[in-house]
């Protein structure tokens, strides 16, 4: 677990579920580089949600990986875990105790955060001060085999009144992207 020294706030959850995962995503062949196809859907999350930002984010033991990965302006960088970001790029790595997929993850339902500021487990986390995150969209990617693969997101730097519609949509998406994955894994693209 980890706590914020200040407040004893659990931050990142423990996830004990991430070998399982892990070994999983290595039998889909996901969660160690960018795939075009998860970045088109990235796009696809953005332009239906109207965000800036939009990940198809995997999470093993220690980071998460954007393997779609939607900015303003286009501008990500790496071709695999060992991608840095660059000056005026967003890396396609995090660290596992920033953001907010871990909890989505881990608590395998959909997370609502409008304004994250209002939340007090929520406002400590690094993403708030170091990119200026104030909102947070996300919905688990729960596959036929029961595990939480990682999650679909969007998150803006303005709070965002995502609403009961906003819900319904991300976890329409996420049913939607799990669907691709699994016609990917039984050969019907």
């Known amino acids: 677990m980890t706590y914020d020294p200040t407040g004893h706030l659990l931050l ?3 996830d004990r579920e991430a070998p399982v995962r892990v070994q999983r995503l290595r039998q889909l062949g996901m969660g ?3 795939d075009p196809a998860f970045d088109e859907f990235a ?3 953005a332009e239906v949600t109207g965000a800036p930002f939009s990940m198809v984010n995997f999470i093993d033991e220690n980071q998460q990986f954007f ?3 939607h900015t303003p302006d286009g501008a990500h960088t790496g071709s695999d875990l060992n991608a840095a970001a660059v000056s005026g790029g967003v890396s396609r790595i995090m660290a596992r105790d ?3 997929c871990p909890h989505v993850v881990v608590r395998r339902k959909a997370l609502v955060l409008e304004d994250v500021c209002d939340y007090p487990r929520f406002a400590g986390n690094p993403v708030v001060d170091e990119i200026g995150i104030r909102s947070y969209l ?3 990617l729960i596959d036929r085999t029961g595990i939480a693969l990682g999650t679909i997101c969007v998150v803006d730097t303005e709070p965002r009144p995502w609403g009961r519609a906003g819900l319904e949509t991300i976890k ?3 049913a939607e992207l799990i669907e691709q994955i699994h016609r990917r ?3 019907r693209f």
Do not use: C, Q
């Open 185 to 187: 894994e039984d050969g």
């Open 12 to 14: 990142t959850p423990v």
């Open 138 to 140: 996300g919905a688990p």
């Open 32 to 34: 160690e580089r960018p």
């Open 43 to 45: 796009h696809k999350l």
């Open 172 to 174: 329409s998406m996420a």
């Open 67 to 69: 393997a779609g990965l």
């Open 98 to 100: 920033h953001g907010y």
